[in-house]
C-alpha cells in the first residue's frame, strides 16, 4: 500500500518573525473561482461607478487678464509654462504649477490674435490686429527669482509690421520659418523683416495655419468663406491641428458645431465626423499621444475626442466659464488649459477621475486591471449608461435636443424627398463627404 | 511550411514532451476552446478577437509554467499494491503510513448525549461548526484543535451554516433560524424564514438561504438584511437541499422523488427533474458544475449531468448523505458504513474507492469533506468524527480564495473585499458564464421570396411528372388524365398559396393598425 495525504506544517505557511512579510501563495485554478465572469462584471460595474465619484477635473483657474483670451502657445521645451495672449494685446507666461504669472509681454496695440513658440522653446512670436508681428525671447525659468532682467524682456527682439491685419501665426518645426495668416499667407524668417514668401488663394481672409509635424515644409491653412488649403467645407473652419503621432492626419474644427478628420493624402471625404458641440468650435489642439484631442467651442464648454471617435468621450463646463476660444493639450498629455471670454485661463485634468501624484505599484496595477474589466464589460447596459451619463448645463441640454430633433427632421425630409424621386435621381451622401463643396489641387 | 518542419523534426524528443505536457496543463486554464473566428465577415472584429484569442492562449500557457512553481504542494493519494484492493484498507492502516500531522487529523468524539450530530467547515477548511440535534454548538479551530466556543441553546439544532467567514454562523433551531458570533452571541433571530429545517450560505452573494416546515423557501441577504425572495415550492416538507458551487443555484430534493433547482429572482424553479421513483434523500453538486449526485428511498444512486439533465450512471445503494470533494471524489453514506467513490477513468464511472465503518449502531447523518485537506467530516447520532480521505483535497490553496493560516487583518481585508465584490441576486443563473455574452438573434430567418418560388416550382414540376395507373372502364381516358393531373398540381401549389395568403393578410393587417391615429384606435373593430 503506498499512501500520501496533504499535510501542512503551520511554519511553512505563516511567517517567521512578527516583522516578515505574509506569505502568500497562488493557485489560478479556474475551478477554484467560481462564477468568475459574474464577479467581473460587479467590479467592472463599481469601477464605473467609483470613476463617476471621483470626476473631479477642474484643478483651478488663472486669472489676471483684462479681457478675453484670445491664443495660447504651448512652450515645446517647457513642461510647466503656458504662454496667453489677450483681446488688450497683453501676452503672458504662466507657470501652470503654480498658477501665476511669471512674466508679461506688453507692446501689442490691438487684440493678440496667433502666439506661437519656437521648436527649441527660446522665440515667442505673436501677431495682432495691429498689423505687427514681434519677436520674444522667451524667459529662462528659475525656481525662486521671477524678477531678473526684467527691462530686457520688456521689449521685444524684433518688431516687423506689415500690411494686413494678422489672425494667426504657427513656427515651423525645427526649422527657422514661421507662418502668418491674414489677408494672405505670409511665410517669414526670423532674421528678415519682410516675408520670404507669400500665398494668397482668392479673396478670403485666411484665418489659421498650422505646420505639419512631420514634414516641416507643408502647411495646413483656413479661411474665412471655405476651408483648408484643399478642402472646401460649405461652413467656416476656426482652427485646424495635426496629429502629432500620424502627421498625414488633420482635425478641423468648424464652424458648425462638428470636426472634421481628414487624411491628408485622401481629401475627398473627411475619415471621422466628430460631433457634440452644439455651437461654433473655436479651437482644437492634439494630445502629444495622438490619441485624443480637446476643442473649445462657442458652447462654453471644452470637449474631448478620441482621435477616431465620433462623440466626446468627456466634457468639461463651469458656471463661470464664458465662450471658449482657445484650448491647448498640455505637453505631458495629462492636463487641458482652456482660456475663455471670461479673461480666465482653466487647468483641467486630461481624465477626470485619475488620481494626481505618484501612484504605488500596486495602485497603479489595481487602476489597471479595473480599467481592463471596465473596457471589457463596456458594452453591457448598465455599465454603459453610467459611464455615458454626464450632466449638462440647460442650455446645452437643450441645444443638443434641439440639434438632434433639427437633424432628425433633416433627414426624414431628404429620405421623402427621395422616395417621391426618381430612382437613383439622389444619391444617398454620407455626412462624412456630404458637407465638402469642392476639392483642389 | 519545410523549414516548420524541419524545426520539428529537429526539436528533442524530450522537449516535445515538455511542450505537449505544457499544452495539457494549459487546457485547464484556457476555459474553454477558442471562438471561432473563421466564420466571421467582419475584417476589423475578425484582427481584434484574433488578438484578444492570442492573448489568451499566452495567459493560459504562462499559468501553466507557474504551476511548476506556485503550486508546490502535491495532492495525496492512496494505491494498492498487489491483490490488495483500496476499499478494504482499513483507517487504522493508513494513520499508521502518513506523517505524525496528518494522523492527528482523524479522530471519534463521542458526544451521547446530544447528538445526532451535524457538522459544517468553513470554506478554507480551517473552522468546524458541530451542532447537536438536542441544542450542543461547538467551533472548534481544526489546525490547532482547540475549541474555541461551545454553548447549549436548549431548542432543537437541525443544521448549522457558517457566514461569509468564521466570525458569523448560522443555525437551524425548532422555530426560526438565529446569528451568532464565534464568541456565542445572538446577533439576530431570524422569523421571517419560520421553522427551517436546512440552511445554506451562498458566499459570494451574502445570501442565506433557508427551507422550512412548509416547503418555503427564504433567501436574505445578510449584509443588508434585506428578504430577497420567498418563495413556495409547493412539493412539501424537505430537508435535503444543497448549493450549487459553481453557479450557486439551489438544488431541492423533494419526498415525490423529484429536484428542483431554484434561483432568488425567479418565483418558479428553473428546472424541475423527476429523478426518483421515491423520496429523494440526498444531494450533492460537483464543483466543476456539470454533475450532480442524487440518491433516493427507491434504492437507487443516481449521477446526473446537468448540462443536458441526464444521467450518466444509476448505482443501487441508499444514502442518508452524500458529498463531492473538492477533487471530485463522492461521498455517500448509509447507516453507519461510509463509501468514497472516484472517477479513475475521467468518465464520471465512479467506482469504489474507499469505505469506513463505524462503531455498528451508529447513524450517519451528515458528511462533509473539509476543503484543502485529505478529510471527510462525519456527523452521527454518537458524535463527530473524522477519516483520512486521500486525494480528496486541493493541495495548493489561494491566499485569496481561501487561506486557512488566514490572520485578523486578512480576514478584515477579504470581508471588505466580499462585500465590494459582492454579486447580486440576478447573477445567479444556470450557466454563469453568460453575463456579458450576445444574445442570439430570437427569430429563425424566414426564406426569401425567392427560396420560396423555387421550392413551389419544384413541387409543381414533380406534380407534373406524376404518372398515373392504367386503369379501365374509361378512367384512364386523356380528359380524365388531365383533369387528374391538374388536380396534382394544384394540390401541389395549395400550401405555398395558402401561406401567401395569410403573409398578405397578416401584413394588411399590420398595416390598418399602423394606419389609425392613437385617438382613434379605441374605436377599431377589437380583433376576436
Known sequence: ?441 | MVAKQESEQLMPAAEQDISDELELKAKKYLRGDGANLEVLRDKKLKGQLTVREKLYGQSAKAAAKAEKWLLPSEEGYLEAEGLEKTWHIKQESIIREVDVISSRKPFDMILPELGPYTLEYTSSGRYMLVGGRKGHLAMIDMISMDLIKEFQVRETVRDVVFLQNEQFFAVAQKKYPYIYNRDGTEIHCLKEHGAPLKLQFLNKHFLLVSVNKFGHLHYQDVSTGEMIANYRTGLGRTAVMKANPFNAVIGLGHSGGKVTMWKPTSSKPLVTMLCHHGPVTAIAFHGGGHLMATAGMDRKIKLWDIRKFEVLHAYSGHAQSLDFSQKGLLAMANGSKVQIWRDSYGNQDYRPYMSHAMVKGYQVGKIAFRPYEDVLGIGHSMGVSSILIPGSGEPNFDTWVANPYETTKQRREKEVHALLDKLQPETIMLDPSKIGTVKPPRRKEKPTKKETESEMEAAIEAAKSITFKKKTKGRSKPSKQAKKKQDEVFKAKKPFLEQQMEERHAKKQRTTEAELPKSLQRFARQRA
Open chain 1, 1 to 441: 500500500m503506498k499512501v500520501k495525504v496533504i499535510s501542512r506544517s503551520t511554519d511553512e505557511f505563516t511567517r517567521e518573525r512578527s516583522q516578515d512579510l505574509q506569505k502568500v501563495f497562488h493557485n489560478y485554478d479556474p475551478n477554484l473561482r467560481t462564477q468568475e465572469k459574474a464577479v467581473e462584471y460587479t467590479r467592472a460595474l463599481n469601477a464605473a461607478k467609483l470613476d463617476k465619484i471621483f470626476a473631479r477635473p477642474f484643478i483651478g483657474a488663472m486669472d489676471g487678464h483684462v479681457d478675453a483670451v484670445s491664443c495660447m502657445a504651448k512652450n515645446p521645451n517647457h513642461l510647466k509654462g503656458i504662454f496667453s495672449g489677450s483681446m488688450d494685446g497683453d501676452i503672458r507666461l504662466w507657470d501652470i504649477a503654480t498658477r501665476t504669472t511669471v512674466r508679461q509681454f506688453p507692446g501689442h496695440q490691438g487684440a493678440v490674435r496667433g502666439l506661437t513658440a519656437s521648436t527649441d522653446g527660446d522665440v515667442l512670436i505673436s501677431c495682432g490686429t495691429d498689423c505687427t508681428v514681434r519677436l520674444w525671447k522667451v524667459p529662462v525659468l528659475k525656481m525662486m527669482d521671477f524678477s531678473d532682467s526684467m527691462e530686457d524682456a520688456l521689449k521685444p527682439l524684433a518688431v516687423y509690421v506689415w500690411k494686413h491685419a494678422f489672425w494667426a501665426v504657427d513656427h515651423q518645426w525645427d526649422g527657422n520659418l514661421f507662418a502668418t495668416a491674414g489677408a494672405q499667407v505670409d511665410i517669414w524668417d526670423h532674421d528678415r523683416s519682410e516675408p520670404v514668401n507669400t500665398f494668397e488663394w482668392g479673396k478670403d481672409t485666411v484665418i489659421s495655419v498650422r505646420f505639419n509635424p512631420g514634414e516641416p515644409d507643408v502647411l495646413a491653412t483656413s479661411a474665412r468663406e471655405a476651408d483648408t488649403c484643399f478642402v472646401y467645407i460649405q461652413t467656416k473652419t476656426n482652427a485646424i491641428c495635426w496629429n502629432p503621432m500620424e502627421p498625414m492626419n488633420f482635425t478641423a474644427a468648424n464652424e458648425d458645431c462638428n470636426c472634421y478628420s481628414y487624411d491628408a493624402r485622401k481629401l475627398d471625404e473627411a475619415k471621422v465626423v466628430h460631433r457634440d458641440h452644439v455651437s461654433a468650435v473655436m479651437d482644437i489642439d492634439y494630445s502629444p499621444t495622438g490619441r485624443e484631442f480637446v476643442t473649445g467651442s462657442y458652447d462654453r464648454t471644452v470637449r474631448i475626442f478620441k482621435y477616431n471617435g465620433d462623440h466626446s468621450r468627456e466634457i468639461y463646463h463651469t458656471k463661470r466659464m464664458q465662450r471658449v476660444f482657445c484650448v491647448k493639450y498640455s505637453c505631458d498629455g495629462s492636463y487641458v488649459i482652456s482660456g475663455s471670454d471670461d479673461t480666465n485661463l482653466r487647468l483641467w485634468k486630461a481624465q477626470a477621475s485619475e488620481q494626481l501624484g505618484v501612484l504605488l505599484p500596486r495602485e497603479q496595477k489595481k487602476q489597471e486591471y479595473l480599467d481592463a474589466v471596465k473596457e471589457r464589460y463596456e458594452h453591457l447596459p448598465e455599465v454603459k449608461r453610467i459611464v455615458r451619463h454626464r450632466h449638462l448645463p440647460k442650455p446645452i441640454y437643450k441645444a443638443a435636443a434641439l440639434r438632434r430633433t433639427m437633424m432628425e427632421a433633416e433627414r426624414k425630409k431628404d429620405e421623402r424627398r427621395r422616395a417621391h424621386s426618381a430612382p437613383g435621381s439622389m444619391p444617398v451622401q454620407p455626412f462624412r463627404k456630404r458637407r465638402i463643396i469642392k476639392e483642389v489641387e
